[in-house]
């Protein structure tokens, strides 16, 4: 009688095993979340940033403005920041939206807002990305859900447009804007 070796039975076991962790994984819930570290803690500094020429800096205090506030990372370079930058001027009819823009230049910074419109209160100007840093921003654009008084409610990682910002975001927000009545 001939004896199987480990070495034969070892791939297909690690094959069948490796297969249904990832098909567990297609079906978790939450899967398409990109969990921030502040959700439920109060937003981090901004005051590390620098004034944006022309524009209203933005300070600590926008972000406990007693409302839901968004906060909006952004850069003039980032093509999915130009194609949700007419979500965030609708936005700004309701909600007060403060600007994080980062690893850009000023002068292409203030050219793109005052061409395209300002969506922002206030806006924070992170030249070397150190704000985003401490946010935990991988790549713009980022908008978080601010509480009224500050605390992270919630990260949205890509723009603002689609059914991603009509099916995870927008509840989001409202849910925000119901528990602070």
């Known amino acids: 009688m001939a004896r199987?070796?480990?070495?034969?039975?070892?791939p297909p076991a690690i094959f069948i095993c490796l297969a249904a962790l990832f098909y567990v994984g297609m079906f978790r819930e939450g899967k398409n979340d990109l969990q921030s570290v502040f959700i439920g803690k109060p937003a981090p500094s901004i005051e590390g940033t620098?004034?944006?020429?022309?524009?209203t800096r933005a300070a600590q205090a926008?972000?406990?403005?007693?409302?839901?506030?968004?906060v909006n990372f952004w850069a003039s370079w980032c093509p999915p920041c130009r194609a949700e930058h007419p979500k965030l001027?609708?936005?700004?009819?309701?909600?007060?939206i403060v600007g994080i823009n980062f690893k850009d230049s000023a002068g292409t910074a203030s050219s793109y807002l005052k061409d395209d419109g300002n969506p922002f209160v206030a806006i924070a100007f992170d030249p070397q990305g150190r704000t985003a840093i401490d946010w935990g921003v991988t790549a713009p654009p980022e908008t978080f859900i601010l509480a009224g008084?500050?605390?992270?409610?919630?990260?949205?990682?890509?723009?603002?447009v689609g059914s991603d910002f009509e099916q995870r975001f927008?509840?989001?927000?409202?849910?925000?804007?119901?528990?602070?009545?």
């Open 4 to 10: 199987l070796s480990p070495l034969m039975i070892a």
């Open 89 to 96: 001027l609708e936005l700004s009819k309701t909600y007060p």
């Open 62 to 70: 926008d972000l406990t403005r007693g409302e839901v506030t968004l």
């Open 170 to 181: 927008l509840p989001e927000l409202e849910k925000a804007v119901k528990a602070e009545k």
């Open 50 to 55: 620098a004034e944006l020429p022309g524009f």
């Open 149 to 160: 008084d500050g605390t992270v409610l919630y990260r949205f990682a890509g723009p603002l």
